[in-house]
């Protein structure tokens, strides 16, 4: 089965959407110029984030691959059959069905901001298991979300691999994580990804590979911007930046202006000067105490916790 999906994004007249115009004015006026990454995924975003996936730098993707693959029988003893999975955000082709597979879940619920990779996603799942009901929503999931009603008296398990939740300052996390609880419901499970601290050379490879695809991810969300709120960003005259700060235990990403210039977007007149950036992506690594630190404050208790054999990704379930 594979309903339609539900629109829950906020749009004005012209089709643009308002937080996205929000976030980026109020962001490219800050003294440190900075925009959220959630933003980075349209449907070309998407897609270059996939690719980012595939990269032999970018180990997080097949770490928490390995796990998921390797330990699905404890995971999937520890969590039940008959849980409706909801996952935060479209689903990979590879972990999603190693999940499914592995726990007999009674349906599947993908939350996402970006409707078209959602749908295409949700409708190759559905394809792939047959008797799983699917229910698609397109949702920003940082906000309590109204789930489908044919799930409501399902246990739900929520799925929150890849460490995106790396990707938000602690406070939204908490944020995230407590309105996840909301979402869920009494008795619910939480499976998350968080990536580990290691080595800065191999983090700094991750978020700056050689073959420029992160580059383009990251300048895409320029393109973005010019496309959907009406910008002349000279995306050209930016270029990709990963740094590590030690401080928050992150990656940063950052566009740098390659010289001084000026833009408009949605009518707005900005400048930059020539190496000044605009801060696009956080993405926090964890250690053990960490992690579940940061889960316990969102409102989670830590249940159990796998590693890679590398110990480079971790997996943990946590129970509300
Ligand atoms: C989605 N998120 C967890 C990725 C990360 O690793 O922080 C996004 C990403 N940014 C650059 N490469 C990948």
């Known amino acids: ?40 995924y349209d449907d070309a975003g998407s897609q270059l984030f996939e690719d980012i996936t595939q990269l032999p730098e970018y180990y997080p993707t097949r770490a928490e691959t390995a796990i ?7 995971i999937a003893e520890l969590i039940g059959p008959g849980r409706a999975v909801v996952e935060f955000g479209s689903g990979s082709s590879v972990k999603t069905p190693l999940l499914l597979s592995a726990i007999q879940p009674s349906a599947y619920v993908p939350l996402d901001i970006a409707g078209d990779f959602l749908r295409a996603s949700s409708a190759a799942l559905a394809a792939k298991f047959p008797g799983l009901p699917v229910y698609p929503v397109e949702a920003d999931f940082m906000r309590r979300v109204e789930l489908p009603a044919e799930v409501a008296s399902l246990p739900k398990l929520g799925f929150f691999p890849g460490s995106t939740i790396g990707n938000m300052i602690a406070r939204t996390a908490t944020d995230l994580l407590r309105s996840m609880r909301e979402t869920l419901g009494e008795g619910a499970l939480l499976l998350i990804g968080m990536d580990l601290v290691k080595d800065e050379d191999v983090l700094l490879a991750a978020y700056d590979d050689a073959a420029g695809v992160t580059a383009q991810f990251n300048l895409n969300l320029l393109t973005r911007i010019n496309h959907e709120l009406g910008g ?7 270029r990709h930046e990963a740094r590590w700060n030690d401080t928050f235990a992150r990656i940063e990403m950052h566009l ?29 690594k964890f250690t053990k105490q960490s992690g579940q630190m940061l889960l316990a404050a969102g409102g989670w208790e830590p249940r159990a916790r796998w590693t890679d054999d590398a110990k480079q990704f971790s997996l943990l379930l946590a129970e509300a």
């Open 1 to 40: 089965t594979f309903a339609k999906g539900l629109k829950l994004v906020n749009r004005d007249a012209g089709g643009v959407d308002l937080a996205f115009r929000a976030d980026v004015l109020a962001g490219l006026a800050a003294a440190q110029k900075a925009i959220p990454a959630r933003w980075f």
């Open 68 to 74: 998921l693959r390797g330990r699905s029988q404890e």
């Open 232 to 238: 002349d960003i000279p995306v050209d005259a930016f």
């Open 256 to 284: 740098v202006a390659r010289q001084d210039l000026a833009f408009t977007v949605s009518e707005q007149p900005f400048s930059m000067r020539e190496g000044e950036s605009i801060h696009t992506e956080n993405s926090h």
